[in-house]
């Protein structure tokens, strides 16, 4: 990257992390005013044969799975379903659950944008998604019938949460990225996921365009988004195949920098406005493992030693990191929102 180029990003970088003080304000007192869930909670007694069950509905397929209170990151059993109409999806996932019921309580962990104010008319719905078929659709409805107490977060602040409870990280933060048929961003801190105005859309941030990027964006509504820029669809334009098609590109082909460009202009923003103590990628994308290498390379030239931490610099692979249960985290993450909810955890 060359010098201006550093430059133009860093000051854009910057200035949108100074034009949203009013995130840092909100984190801020957040962390001064809230303990961690856990001690918040009133002491609940779950036997360890307790049943959690957990649903993850993803842009491509959707997953149940289920696990005993004892070892909530083991799944006993699961099932994946493609994502098709919401009717045809929910009632696969529902007469799976039907057949290991009844169970202690449920997580519901969906891809948005979705309603996660409870005092809303529209709370556990796919809102405005460009997903055909499922906007404004009452996804929770579909749970009703188990009569437990259900959950419900976006499919990246789950696996975000789960990340804080079940990965080997320091600190009480974390940021959590998808990169797959979308890009999500998930954000906990204090070891709570932030809602706020509706919950966070990283995907959507608007990088630089890289010197000589002639890719246009697939999306119509933000061409120049991260999810434009970067997702499965993107680097399969790059590399002139169909997405099914990428595990054939080979790692020396120039579409996995130019990706690897872009995410690490997210990395970057999420850590000057959020700050978080690590960041997890994972997602079908980033199955690549050479990208992780590329990202932090672009992250290093991005930042040009402006924050002088150790974890941005020499122990950059200590912060920007894959899950340690690759991509079985979402699913988990969807159990960590129904052992905290059956723990009076909200």
């Not at 036997?47 to 990151?73: I, K, M, Q, W, Y």
């Not at 997580?107 to 008319?121: C, E, H, I, N, W």
């Not at 995410?263 to 850590?271: G, R, S």
């Not at 590329?294 to 030239?301: A, C, D, Q, S």
Request: proline share 7%; with cysteine.
């Amino acid at each position: 990257m060359a010098p201006a180029e550093v430059s133009a990003w860093r000051c854009a970088a910057l200035a949108t992390a100074f034009a949203s003080g009013a995130i840092l304000t909100h984190l801020y007192h957040r962390r001064l005013s809230l303990r961690s869930p856990d001690q918040c909670a009133a002491p609940q007694s779950l036997p360890p044969n307790a049943l959690f069950a957990a649903v993850e509905l993803g842009g491509t397929s959707c997953r149940a799975a289920l696990a005993f209170a004892d070892d909530p990151a083991k799944l006993i059993d699961t099932t994946e379903v493609r994502t098709t109409d919401p009717h045809t999806t929910l009632s696969h996932i529902v007469r799976f659950l039907r057949t290991h019921a009844p169970f202690v309580s449920l997580g519901v962990a969906s891809f948005g944008p979705v309603d996660l104010d409870r005092s809303s008319k529209t709370y556990g719905y796919v809102t405005s998604s460009n997903k055909p078929g499922w906007r404004q659709t009452d996804v929770l409805s579909y749970f009703k019938e188990f009569n437990v107490p259900i959950a419900f977060d976006t499919d990246v602040n789950a696996p975000a949460i789960a990340e804080m409870r079940y990965g080997n990280h320091t600190g009480d933060s974390c940021a959590y990225i998808t990169v797959g048929t979308g890009i999500g961003v998930g954000l906990v801190v204090n070891s709570q996921p932030v809602h706020g105005l509706a919950h966070p859309e990283g995907g959507h941030m608007m990088p630089l365009r890289r010197e000589n990027d002639q890719y246009p964006g697939w999306l119509t509504d933000h061409p120049m988004s991260v999810e434009s820029m970067a997702s499965a669809k993107a680097c399969a334009d790059r590399a002139g195949v169909e997405p099914a098609n990428l595990p054939s590109v080979p790692d020396d082909h120039p579409a996995w920098d130019d990706v690897a460009y872009y995410l690490a202009q997210l990395c970057f923003t999420i850590c000057v406005i959020a700050s978080p103590h690590v960041i997890v990628l994972s997602g079908g994308v980033m199955k690549r493992a050479i990208l992780f290498e590329k990202i932090r390379t672009h992250f290093k030239k991005i930042n040009n030693e402006y924050l002088l931490l150790d974890k941005l610099t020499t122990n950059i692979d200590e912060y920007i990191v894959p899950s340690g249960y690759g991509n079985n985290i979402g699913i988990i993450g969807a159990i960590e929102l129904a052992r905290r909810v059956a723990n009076g955890i909200k």
